[in-house]
Nanobody
Framework: QVPLAESGGGLVQAGGSLRLSCVASGRDFTRYGMGWFRQAPGKVREFVAGQRWVAENLYYSDYASAVEGRFTISRDNAKHTVDLEMMSLKPEDTAVYYC?????????????????WGQGTQVTVSS
């Protein structure tokens, strides 16, 4: 059973919207930090949006400056999902989007320090 499985990628025109979903399975991810990275062709993987556990039913959210105001991350622990609502998409948002989970107090800087990665879902934004 894959711990993290993404869905929702696809092809969309610039200005359009997509919603990505990450389903977690196999353990209780309630206190895990979870979110999204992306990797465009020829570029390094970069942080997009994430949530980390602060207290019961309280999470801190943060976003990369390139997506703030356009993307929204949300979490449903009952459904074991972390979603990324993406609006006003731009061609530069084209990338493979990866869901992650980590058990650290803060989001790790080294990708090796993340506990789980999804296999990725392709998002392509045409101009």
């Amino acid at each position: 059973q894959v711990p993290l499985a993404e869905s929702g990628g696809g092809l969309v025109q610039a200005g359009g919207s997509l919603r990505l979903s990450c389903v977690a399975s196999g353990r209780d991810f309630t206190r895990y930090g979870m979110g999204w990275f992306r990797q465009a062709p020829g570029k390094v993987r970069e942080f997009v949006a994430g949530q980390r556990w602060v207290a019961e039913n309280l999470y801190y959210s943060d976003y990369a400056s390139a997506v703030e105001g356009r993307f929204t991350i949300s979490r449903d622990n009952a459904k074991h999902t972390v979603d990324l609502e993406m609006m006003s998409l731009k061609p530069e948002d084209t990338a493979v989007y990866y869901c992650y989970a980590h058990s650290k107090l803060r989001r790790p800087e080294n990708s090796d320090d993340y506990d789980y990665w999804g296999q990725g879902t392709q998002v392509t934004v045409s101009s």
